[in-house]
């Protein structure tokens, strides 16, 4: 289906769209009239919007997806926001997965997202990709999680500058993380 007809059979408007596929509206506007083929990486978020049921949580409410996340952290980095700011994308993101209830919903959220252009948060949105995949009982990791580019080669210690945060980060590491280089402790992600 094409993705004019799949954002009208949904009702999103041109710029939502662009949110949830972490592109331009521009983007979505050449791609609906075919002045732009989608590439590798967008080419697959669109497929998996295609694919969403009519009654799609995405109808309802404003859940991001990962690829909207990286567009927003790319855009804070470029801004130079703090890693607090950051924080809130990468809490709001993780809340916004628990609520999608459909295998469909799950695959537009998870669907390899772009570069942040900072490789420690590439690292990181690989590293929430599984943890979420496992946290759902998915029976596969997304295959972009394990792309070189989600792997540091030293270890970044995410808000923990203190000796005594880095033990407690250590501790309480996400596993799906830690084996990307990525300390980033389980408490960053409740909900504030």
Not at 116 to 125: K, Q, V
Request: glycine letters at 8%.
């Amino acid at each position: 289906m094409p993705l004019r007809d799949a954002r009208r059979r949904l009702g999103l408007t041109q710029a939502r769209v662009a949110e949830l596929l972490g592109t331009s509206q521009a983007n979505v506007s050449a791609y609906e009239r075919g002045r732009l083929i989608p590439g590798r990486t967008v080419g697959p978020r669109i497929t998996a919007f295609e694919a969403l049921p009519d009654d799609t949580v995405y109808r309802k409410l404003w859940p991001m997806t990962l690829a909207g996340a990286a567009l927003q952290l790319r855009e804070d980095l470029n801004a130079g926001r703090s890693q607090g700011d950051m924080l809130r994308v990468i809490i709001q993101a993780s809340d916004d997965f628990a609520k999608l209830p459909s295998p469909r919903e799950r695959a537009l959220f998870l669907a390899s997202p772009g570069s942040t252009g900072d490789r420690r948060y590439d690292a990181l949105l690989g590293g929430l990709g599984v943890h979420l995949s496992r946290v759902a009982g998915m029976q596969t990791t997304p295959a972009w999680t394990r792309e070189p580019g989600r792997f540091l080669e030293a270890i970044w210690w995410f808000d923990s500058e203190a000796p005594t945060l880095r033990a407690l980060t250590l501790r309480d590491c996400l596993p799906a993380m830690r084996a990307r280089g990525v300390m980033f402790s389980r408490q960053n992600l409740d909900s504030v």
